[in-house]
């Protein structure tokens, strides 16, 4: 079974600085890993997409990296501002029988204080 | 391009009575799939439709039901409503039913039993 992993839950850091968030999967047999952004009480805006064949991907301010191998990626975060505050989730589709769904984390908080 | 919509946005009922929660997916999307998430938690998958056939389901109860439409819009139903059913439901729109694809969310629809 599918399980996911975040780390830190909560994170609080001052505006201007780099932070990287954590997510771990313990099956590495998986198509896809998405990273969402969730503002409080609100739905989940897709960041980034990594297809299983690659290694990173950015947009703007943020870079996820992927190591299937060994079940991990990484949420890259440079010059952190106020708005970036939220939870940020990850999630995994998995290869096989179960690639009709997204298996998530619970999610890392992230404050950013000014 | 509108993306993907639920209603209502909110909405309170009493345990016992029945509850239907609507989704639009992104023009062109024919894959509808539904996740409820509690408080603090991540989002758990419950049932996921690709051409209007169910292709996927997760461990929730028989009181919980859903139908895709010849529009592929979608609604999720629960019967019997207990206290813990109070979730944020999200509806995640996609390209393809499975296999290498992106997910796209609504903003979720509240529902509060009491």
């Known amino acids: 079974k599918q399980e996911v992993t975040q780390i830190p839950a909560a994170l609080s850091v001052p505006e201007g600085e780099n932070l990287v968030l954590n997510c771990s999967f313990t099956?590495?047999?998986?198509?896809?890993l998405q990273w969402f952004r969730q503002d409080p009480g609100k739905g989940l805006t897709s960041l980034l997409l990594?297809?299983?064949?690659?290694r990173e991907q950015t947009s703007g301010r943020l870079n996820a990296s992927l190591d299937k191998s060994s079940g991990r990626s990484t949420l890259y975060i440079a010059a952190s501002q106020p708005g970036d505050s939220a939870t940020y989730l990850c999630?995994?589709?998995?290869?096989?029988?179960?690639?009709?769904?997204?298996?998530f984390g619970k999610g890392t908080l992230l404050t950013v204080n000014p | 391009d509108a993306g993907v919509t639920q209603s209502p946005t909110h909405l309170i009922k009493t345990r016992g009575q029945q509850v239907t929660l609507r989704c639009s997916p992104i023009?062109?999307?024919?894959?509808v799939s539904w996740y409820q998430q509690v408080l603090g938690q991540g989002p758990q998958f419950i049932f996921q439709?690709?051409?209007?056939?169910?292709?996927g389901r997760g461990n929730f109860p028989d009181r919980f039901s859903a139908r895709q439409f010849p529009n592929y819009s979608s609604e999720l139903n629960v019967n019997a409503l207990l206290l813990g059913d109070s979730a944020l439901y999200l509806c995640?729109?996609?390209?393809?039913?499975?296999?290498?694809?992106?997910?796209?969310f609504g903003q979720g629809t509240r529902l509060t039993v009491v």
């Open positions: 995640a729109s996609s390209l393809q039913g499975m296999g290498n694809t992106e997910a796209f």
């Open positions: 099956d590495s047999a998986i198509y896809n």
């Open positions: 990594i297809q299983s064949s690659q």
């Open positions: 999630a995994v589709r998995e290869r096989g029988g179960s690639n009709y769904k997204l298996t």
């Open positions: 023009s062109g999307h024919k894959s």
């Open positions: 439709y690709y051409e209007k056939e169910e292709r």
